[in-house]
Each structure stands twice: as structure tokens, then as C-alpha cells.
């Protein structure tokens, strides 16, 4: 009976934990969604010298607060999920380890010549603002129309290269080094700058025939940048159709499942075992 009763307990708090669909849920997140606002807003304030010497010692109190929560959030996932493994191997695993994990390494590493490597574990917990994806359903959506539209967007990708190629190729051969262009990844430079109508100036065509061919690219710049956003769109109001929760697979420990789903799309494993 007692084992029963920590199943029991062990179960409801997974739904906690992994699951927004439950007043309890969503309350879990909510702080955890300050508490990853707070710390980022702490890690940018505190890369400020002036801010960094009126207040360093808050941002670095505040910090491990943060950290110990995230500790502790960390530990209670990797207990309740039915497969830890799974978890630990995935990516919020991953970024979940990454949220708390470099304030203690930067335990271990002292020494002013260290300093570098501090600030670089410091500018990871910036990371931490990933962990949003896993309260944001849409974050789903997201990435299932990114998915769906990857080989589209591949060939487009592709062809933009290829234009680049040929055109940097081409303007190496008009122009030549005493405009600048002094040699073809050059021109490829210049190629992708003036296709994506970023335009820095630092490099431009000063014949005829080089002007009329920038033109020709700037044109065909407007009309590249709708393309792969008219693919995204497509794919993503395909996707939005089908409604999706919070529904976390006690096995791999992945979300994205459609409401009436009673096994998981990922591993095949039953989402509510009895």
C-alpha cells in the first residue's frame, strides 16, 4: 500500500513537472519562467561594468539562488521521469544540465588567468532563455513547420548559393581588382551583401556593366526574400490545424502530441500508462 501511495505520488508529480495542462502545472512553470527571466536579465546587467560594481554582489547572490533552483528542478525531473535516460540525452535535458551547470565549473576554475574562460561560462547562462521553448506550445509548431518545409528550404538555400557563385564569379571578371574586387570569394561577398539588400558600401561596382548587374541583383533580391517566408507560412497555417498540448511521453520524455493522442508519435510508448 505505502509503495503504491509513492507511485501515486511520483506520478502526479511528473504531470507537475512535465505537463501545463493542470492549474499545479502551470504554476510550476510560471516560476520558472521568472526565474529564467531573472537570471537572464542578471547575467546582461552584470556583463555591465558600471552596474557589475554597484551591484555585484546581488547579481551574484541572485545567481545562485537561480542556480540552486535549477538544480533542484533538474533533480526532480531526472527522479520522476519513468525513463531518465531518455531525458538526460535530450535536448531540454541538455539545456536544462547547461542552465545551472557552468556557476559550479566556474567554481573550479580560479585564477585570474582564467578569466577568459569564466566570462565564456558566464555568457552561457544565457542559454537558460532556451529553456522557454518548453513552456511555449507554439514552440512546437514551430519546429514541426521548420521540419515539414526543410527540403524546400534546402533547394532554395541551394539555388541562392549558386546564384552568389556565379554572379561573385562574374563580377570579379567585370569589375577586377582595381574596383575592389579582388578576387572571386570577394565577389561572393559582395554577391550575398547586395542580394540580401544589406548594402554596407564597403564594396561596389563602378562600371556600366557591373552597376546594370547590380541592379538586376537587387531586383532579385526582393523577390528571394519572400520565398522561403511563403514556405514557412504554408507549412506552419498546415501544422496550426492540428491542435497540440502539453502532453509529455513518460518514456522519451518528448512533447508535441495531439490532444487525443494516447500513445506517443516519437517512441510508440502509451502516454497515460495505467
Given amino acids: 500500500m505505502e509503495a503504491g501511495n509513492q507511485l501515486s505520488f511520483k506520478e502526479r508529480l511528473n504531470k507537475i513537472i512535465f505537463e501545463a495542462d493542470t492549474p499545479s502545472g502551470k504554476a510550476f512553470d510560471i516560476i520558472l519562467i521568472v526565474s529564467i527571466v531573472i537570471s537572464v536579465l542578471v547575467v546582461m546587467l552584470d556583463s ?36 531518465s535516460r531518455g531525458y538526460i540525452f535530450s535536448f531540454y535535458g541538455f539545456v536544462d544540465l547547461l542552465s545551472f ?10 585564477g585570474t588567468q582564467f578569466f577568459l574562460v569564466i566570462r565564456i561560462l558566464r555568457v552561457l547562462r544565457v542559454f537558460r532563455v532556451l529553456k522557454f521553448t518548453r513552456y511555449i506550445v507554439e514552440a512546437d509548431q514551430l519546429r514541426n513547420a521548420l521540419a515539414s518545409s526543410r527540403r524546400k528550404i534546402i533547394i532554395f538555400v541551394y539555388t541562392v548559393i549558386t546564384i552568389t557563385v556565379i554572379v561573385g564569379s562574374l563580377m570579379h571578371v567585370i569589375e577586377g581588382p582595381e574596383n575592389g574586387f579582388t578576387s572571386i570569394p570577394r565577389g561572393i561577398y559582395w554577391a550575398i551583401v547586395t542580394l540580401t539588400t544589406v548594402g554596407y558600401g564597403d564594396i561596389s561596382p563602378q562600371t556600366n556593366l557591373g552597376q546594370m548587374v547590380s541592379a538586376i541583383i537587387m531586383i532579385l533580391g526582393y523577390g528571394i526574400i519572400a520565398i522561403p517566408t511563403g514556405i514557412f507560412t504554408a507549412e506552419f497555417s498546415r501544422v496550426n490545424r492540428d491542435k497540440q498540448t502539453t502532453k509529455t511521453c513518460p518514456h522519451c520524455s518528448k512533447e508535441g502530441h495531439d490532444s487525443d493522442a494516447e500513445y506517443c508519435k516519437y517512441c510508440g510508448g502509451k502516454l497515460n500508462p495505467e
Fill in 48 to 83: 555591465v561594468s558600471s552596474y557589475r560594481a554597484v551591484y555585484g554582489d546581488w547579481f551574484f547572490k541572485i545567481e545562485w539562488v537561480i542556480t540552486i533552483l535549477f538544480t533542484f528542478e533538474y533533480i526532480l525531473r531526472l527522479t520522476t521521469a519513468e525513463r
Fill in 101 to 110: 551547470l557552468p556557476t559550479y565549473l566556474s567554481l573550479l576554475i580560479p
